[in-house]
């Protein structure tokens, strides 16, 4: 059964402007806190300028580390936007609305975080911001693109592209609605965003072909993005990263580990801004129930990538895998991935009365990120650790807490930015909710009345 | 999809205009009418079918189980099979799953490809003795006694018996009116079918709840058992072919061969079998888009493979490129890319086009060929090694074996066991109504017509 | 034009270091202080690899100089994105430091570990700056770097020869770790001139069995050939058993 308050426009128009004008206390705690813990990852990120990588746990043959392992996993959540907006938008999916653009924002600034990742790895990163670009800056030499360090930030810088000018488009709208219901230097902002909407029959028009045109055009770029970042590891010949499997398998792992992420957010957002509302327990119904199917087909594809690691009886991978799932910390890891990954959540997921309750959709969502971090290093490390059969190099890598300090000031960068955009504009898209309402119908069938969507044809 | 704004121009599809008893008398008028007029097609296909089964009883068996080779053509039959007809009820539950509003005249088109399932489990047990046991060689069973004989055909049963469990469920209220309402040489069998089914609250509540779960029961079991079909049949009978993707391919290819397959059956509905009422525009502008996606994923998932093999480099995988792609099978690769990538995507992609009737329905034609195609290029591939190039955890491909081209034989073996499958769903078809009443009924209350201003537009009921 | 590779005999090597020192001298390595040494990221283009056999007190020692392969399908050079590694016309796989933006893909897909990253800048005592080689750039930190067979060398021969109007004689010009060694177990020289000592002892060890080339299976033709040692208690104990 469906909750359906039917709610005038004003009150959505007032209910959801309302974080632009007023901060709850938590929000100032927010702030506050994940202010602090940006300052230190600011502070690691320049004693790591400074000092040289050094000051890392990096050494040979780790020569990459938890930085790569961040890296993927937030390329992995940026994938929720997509899924949850694009996707959901053009199989007209009603249970998007209050969520796409807090899923299109955390694509983002998700996707900001982990570009920002390669770039500090490297040795000389003021050097790394433009050689990488496709210009001959420096006598004719351009970036090799047989690199898969070069389809990286092309695949990257596109899909942030698409997003931010989807993001934008579909903001459109409720900057005007922003403009009209303000003053001073805030109208003087929103005037210039709204690239003066007037909210006529062809603006609108516009806006829908727009949507859907976006929404397609960014769907092949989405898939493209993660298995360009799979490809990072799976052509270079270090064994148990030389998969075929590797793009497919990462692409469903982001969307497990983002479309988790998005629940995050909209339990947040439903707590923080009381938008009970807004925010309903049918939307974490539906949405458990995408993640039941997205959570099976991601373990189907971990099952594939351990049996055919372990099919060729080859000593070098099978080397690998009887350290990643016997020995110490990685057989942990191992059980917390599918245990954190699958077999917690994914059962709990199974049953309405727990998909429901928004609690229980939270800390199964958090399990599912924590398990997938954990999965990115259990892919990752092993194959550097003990690469080929020159034992003599074999070596443990240990983060230092440079490193650890960057892991997790990523994550207070992220909420921080999700809060500063927050408070400029509406996290949950007005226009869309309104479209909602007129959307939502009832049918009568016998005596029965059944909720109803309107469809275009 | 709005891409014109108000002035779309497509007619509302009459389906939903309809009356229940026009639905009914649909559904009365083809069980009257299949019976004669099925019956020249479904002799035809039987006879191939003996056709086929005495060549194989004249090629292959009498050969014995020793030359894999000489099974070439069952094994591409059985896999080709199992990627079309035994994949089409999974459309059909991811269809329920999703709840799309259009599904309900489509799903008893992809869920009557169930009934062959027995002709390919009856293959996989013929062709379970050419596998030497596991003990000796790579495979997927790491040696694991009994295997792959046991397993395997416990899976396969598994997954026979699912299916049809599947396509008699879904199909038992229809089946409840062919006995009450049916021609009395169908009333006998449709009632033992039926089982007592009346239609009561209680029947209905539990029907609606099952039904989908079935299905996934169905997609469940379906995944696992291409999977190892893939390792059993070409992974591990290609020394140095380390791939963890292709067991993805190998399905999702399915899936592109199971929607194409439920788009045919319905252009051969709507065109021979009266469905046009319900099977129109809007059925086949869905699962045109489906089809175009799934081509996608096949260059996807292909691609995935190709680039990590030659990226790189080493002698074992160029071996493998040289071997299923580029050398020995150039030509059915180049065929089957065409046929499964290129022509889809460059006729799909047109909006136009995919809001017809012919064009998905020729695309899904083409797809289908270029999955048999396919099929028939890593069957070939696999089966002609001999158990030698295994056996000792054989891991690189140390001579590659010259392409198998068919003998008369071998294509006798595959019209036959495809006519095989065809004259099943055209028995089964006697039995089961189209359209599919209970679901088109259920539907009819779920939808209604409203003005909006200058536009009508359709309202969908959300149940649950 | 010269194909530059090396032969290791592994049955003269002694495990005695001198070609890492002479290497270590020549190219201006980074001093490696024992912290260095415990964070594991000491650089020694070529380095001696040791293995223990057998258990006391039947214990041997095993050892391997390690140096850069020379892959002619160097799997390191197409990852690199700025191009700052590529393969010379003579068979030398390159790394341009001035090029070099740190992102060690090269070393992650350099599966001999041959590969050296600066993850401290590089300092020299002042009493240790003269005896810098003024031939070999000074790297900075976060650059890669690694063997590549004393180039500087060969191209001050091939620049006298030039000069001098004739062609590299035989055997001219050799690399410090193949000068040092003091067994003569490291030999340098042109693969493709049938009289050099390299190619001498490569067809000599071909007809005793003893060439193999390290992971020569991943097909990317390195040009380091190793030659067996010869052991004769393994060999009666492999006999026997």
Known sequence: MQERHRLGEEEITRELL????????????????????????????????????????????????FMIVNFVFWIGISHAGVMISAILRLTQAEWRRPVTRAAEVMTIFSLMTAMLHPVIHTGRPWRTLYWVFPYDFWRNLWPDVRGPLVWDPSAILTYLTGSTLFLYTTMIPDMALARDRTTGWRRVFYTIL?????????????????????????????????????????????????????????????????????????????????????????????????????????????????????????????????????????NVLTALIFIFGYFIPVPIWVFQRFRRNVKIM??????????????????????????????????????????????????????????????????????EEKEGQHFAQQLRVGKRVVNAIVREF | MATHGHAHGHELQRTWELAPADVLGSALRWMRSTAAALRRPLVIAAILFVIGIVAIVAFPLRQGFANRQAWTYVAAAFLYLMSTAAAAPALSTALRVARSHWRRPVNRASEIWAVTLVIPFLLYLLLLPTFPGTEDRLSVWFGWPLSPWLWGAILLLTLTGAGYLFAWFSSLPDLAIVRDHGEPAQRGFAAWLSRGWVGSHRQWRIYEKVVNNIGVLYVLIYVPVMTVLASDFIIALIPGYFTAVFPAYFTITSFQAGIA????????????????????????????????????????????????????????????????????????????????????????????????????????????IGNLIDRIRLTSAAFSQPDSALLGHAHELHEVPAAYIPGISDILILIGML?????????????????SVAEVVGGLWLRAHQPFKHARLIVIGKTE | MPRWGMVIDLDRCIGCGACVVACQAENNVPINTEDVYHQRRAIAWIRLERYWEGEYPNIKARYIPVPCMQCTNAPCEPVCPVYATYHTNEGI???????CIGTRYCAVNCHWHVRFFNFWEPKWPDSLKNQLNPDVTVRSRGVMEKCNFCVHRLVKAEQKAKTEKRSLRTDEVTTACAQACPTSAIVFGDLDDPNSAVSKLLAQAEQEGRVYRLLEDLGTDPKVYYLKKIDLEAAEHAATH
Request: charged content about 10%; hydrophobic content about 60%; overall charge positive.
């Open chain 1, 18 to 65: 309302r974080p632009l004008v007023t901060t709850p206390a938590m929000m100032w705690v927010g702030f506050i806190g994940l202010g602090a813990v940006l300052a230190i990852f600011v502070f690691a990120v320049s004693w790591m300028f400074y000092w040289g990588l050094g000051v890392t746990g990096l050494q040979r043959p780790n020569m990459w580390g």
């Open chain 1, 194 to 330: 709204a690239l003066g909407w007037r909210g006529n029959e062809r603006q609108w028009k516009m806006q829908t072909i727009a949507g859907f045109l976006l929404s397609g055009l960014i769907l092949p770029v989405f898939v493209s993005v993660h298995s360009i970042v799979s490809w990072d590891f799976a052509v270079s010949l270090v064994p148990t990263w030389h998969a075929t499997v590797f793009a497919p398998y990462f692409v469903i792992g982001a969307i497990h580990s983002g479309v988790s992420a998005v629940v995050t957010l909209m339990a947040l957002m439903r707590w923080l801004f009381r938008f009970e509302n807004y925010i309903r327990l049918e939307h974490f119904d539906a949405i458990g129930r995408l993640l039941i199917a997205v959570g099976t087909g991601w373990l189907w594809f971990f099952l594939l990538d351990i049996f055919f690691a372990i099919y060729p009886q080859e000593a070098r991978e099978l080397e690998i895998m009887q350290f990643r799932l016997f020995e110490w910390p990685f």
């Open chain 1, 362 to 431: 939270f800390w199964t969502s958090i399990l599912v990120n924590v398990g997938m971090w954990a999965e990115r290093y259990w892919l990752i490390k092993p194959g550097l650790m003990r690469k080929y059969e020159f034992t003599f190099d074999w070596n443990w890598y240990r983060p230092s807490i440079v490193e650890i300090s960057i892991v997790l000031g990523s994550f207070a960068l992220v909420g921080f930015l999700l809060l500063v955009f927050s408070k400029i504009f509406p996290p949950i898209s007005v226009w």
């Open chain 2, 261 to 368: 397959l439920t788009i045919v059956t319905m252009a051969v509905l709507r065109r021979w079998g009266g469905q046009a009422d319900y099977l129109g525009r809007e059925q086949f502008w869905a699962l045109g888009k489906m089809l175009l996606a799934f081509s996608l994923l096949w260059f996807y998932f292909w691609w995935s493979e190709f680039i990590i093999f030659w990226y790189g480099r080493t002698p074992r995988e160029i071996d493998i490129l040289r071997f299923l792609m580029f050398e020995t099978y150039l030509w059915p690769f180049v065929l089957s890319f065409a046929m499964n990538f290129a022509l889809p995507l460059l006729i799909l992609m047109w909006n136009p086009i995919r809001r017809s009737i012919a064009g998905p329905t020729v695309v899904a034609a083409i797809v289908l």
């Open chain 2, 419 to 435: 006519a095989g499958a065809l004259a099943l769903v055209l028995w089964a078809a006697r039995y089961l109504p189209f359209p």
């Open chain 3, 93 to 99: 796989n390159m790394q341009v430091y001035n090029r």
